[in-house]
């Protein structure tokens, strides 16, 4: 079994920055790329950021463009997400997945972790 758990939210105010980390654990999986989404209350989950894991490509939804970074640490199986200039609607519970090597759907989630910025 593969867990995903991310740590690093909080609580920060607008123009600040917060990192996020998703660390990999348990039977080794063969993912090609790790994805950021976030839900806001009340909205549904969206995409926010993924990285390919062997190439280190990688991908941001327009609205997170020039703040957030994603990267990762193989040896370690931990991406991380670099947020910067957050701004209030960046609040959400964050979540990071694991896209399948297979269908390209996930095959793990994480639990969450919530980021609140305050104006």
């Known amino acids: 079994q593969v867990q995903l758990v991310e740590s690093g939210g909080g609580l920060v105010q607008a123009g600040g920055s917060l990192r996020l980390s998703c660390l990999a654990s348990?039977?080794?999986?063969?993912?090609?790329?790790m994805d950021w989404f976030r839900q806001a209350a009340g909205k549904e989950r969206t995409f926010v950021a993924r990285?390919?894991?062997?190439?280190?490509?990688?991908y941001y939804a327009d609205s997170v463009k020039g703040r957030f970074t994603v990267s990762r640490d193989n040896a370690k199986r931990t991406v991380f997400l670099q947020m910067s200039s957050l701004k209030p609607e960046d609040t959400a519970v964050y979540y990071c997945?694991?896209?399948?090597?297979?269908?390209?759907?996930?095959?793990?989630w994480g639990q969450g972790t919530r980021v609140t910025v305050s104006s």
């Open positions: 990285i390919n894991w062997s190439t280190g490509n990688t």
């Open positions: 348990g039977r080794t999986f063969s993912s090609p790329a």
């Open positions: 997945a694991a896209v399948s090597p297979s269908s390209g759907e996930y095959d793990y």
